[in-house]
Every structure is written in structure tokens, then in C-alpha cells.
């Protein structure tokens, strides 16, 4: 059997994803002397961490070794072979992390993994911010969407599952956060903004 190429690109994209956000991790921690928040200090983050932390890592994992492997257990069959929507998954997650780098860039020193209540940061209104409130979360949907067309394997499948409610569960959790400490400012900008898409 060949080597399936999109899942293994795509695997290298996510690869290049996580290794992007474990050193800004670290750069936030040099220059602005103080944690992004990978491990939260709030209980219910680090409970959520528990949970997302092996996930993330088969989610990398998956893509770069199951297209190796001669006879994979049913967790690692394909539940389709269309090779189309690989390539189409290739390509959107190549998008997604490039529009990610973007946001990324745009929150600069403002960034965070977690959620620590008792710090402040500054709320970040411009650029992709200025249509949509969790850029990032919404093009990490699209990334693990990607990587099940790419590689359309059981596993995956439940990962982007659990991934997806994760996500959705800690955008609401940082939208009370956010509440707490920007107040009427950040209730304004809700309701100009879409959550995950940006408000028509």
C-alpha cells in the first residue's frame, strides 16, 4: 500500500502548529516575564488539560505514523478512500495554520493558552478580532477538520470530537473571563462580533 502523502503532510502542518505555540509559550514566558498559561492556575483549566494534552498529542501522532503501517487495527483504517478530499484537507490546513500565525502575531504579548483570574490582559479588538472573538479556536477547528479529510481514520474522528467540545467549552469559559475584567467594554464588542464566524 502507498504511502498516503496528505496525511502525512498534514501531520507535519500540525507538528509545525503545536511546535509554534510551545515556543511562543516559551518567548512570552522570556520577554514578558510571566506564564501564557499552558498548565492554567484555575482548577477547571488544568482538569480540561488532563483531557487535551494526550489528545493533542495522538491528534499529531496519528497523521505522521498511520500512513506507515502495513495492516493497521480498525482504529487506523481509513472510513474512506477519496483521495480528493485528502488533498483538499492538505491544502485547507496548510490555510488554517497560516491565518492562525496571523492571530497570533496580532495578539502578540496578549496571548495565552489559559486562563489565570487574576491577570489582565489587553483585549485585542483589531484585525481578524474585529469580526470574530476566538479567531484562533475557530481555525483550530478548521485544522482538526482538515486532519480527518486528510486522514479519515476512527481515531481521528473521536479526537476531532472531543477537540471540537473542548474548544467550544473554553471559549465560553474565557468569554466569562473576559466579562469579569474588560465589563461593559467586552459585552460591547460581543455584540458586534460572532463567536467562531465572523456576525453578518
Known amino acids: 500500500m502507498p504511502v498516503r502523502l496528505p496525511a502525512l503532510l498534514v501531520g507535519f502542518i500540525v507538528l ?20 501564557a498559561n499552558v498548565i492554567p492556575p484555575e482548577r477547571v ?15 499529531i501522532l496519528v497523521p505522521l505514523i498511520a500512513p506507515f503501517i502495513k495492516s493497521p487495527p480498525w482504529v487506523l483504517q481509513p472510513l474512506v478512500d477519496l483521495p480528493v478530499l485528502e488533498w483538499a484537507g492538505c491544502g485547507v490546513a496548510a490555510i488554517a495554520f497560516l491565518l492562525t500565525w496571523i492571530c497570533w502575531k496580532k ?13 489582565t490582559t489587553s483585549l ?32 481521528l474522528v473521536l479526537i476531532a470530537i472531543v477537540h471540537l467540545v ?17 465589563g461593559q467594554v467586552y459585552l460591547d464588542y ?11
Open 107 to 119: 495578539m502578540g504579548k496578549s496571548w495565552r493558552m489559559g486562563i489565570d483570574p487574576n491577570e
Open 124 to 155: 485585542i479588538v483589531t484585525g481578524p478580532y474585529a469580526y470574530v472573538r476566538h479567531p484562533i479556536y475557530a481555525l483550530s477547528s478548521v485544522l482538526m477538520l482538515a486532519t480527518v479529510a486528510a486522514e479519515p481514520v476512527p481515531i
Open 166 to 182: 473542548l474548544l467550544q467549552m473554553e471559549a465560553r469559559r474565557e468569554e466569562r473571563h473576559q466579562t469579569r475584567v474588560h
Open 16 to 35: 509545525a502548529y503545536w511546535a509554534r505555540v510551545l515556543r511562543m509559550a516559551r518567548k512570552i514566558r522570556r520577554l514578558a516575564g510571566h506564564s
Open 190 to 200: 460581543c455584540s458586534k462580533t460572532g463567536g467562531f464566524l465572523p456576525r453578518f
Open 45 to 59: 483549566g488544568r482538569l480540561i488539560r488532563v483531557i487535551w494534552f494526550p489528545l493533542t498529542f495522538l491528534w
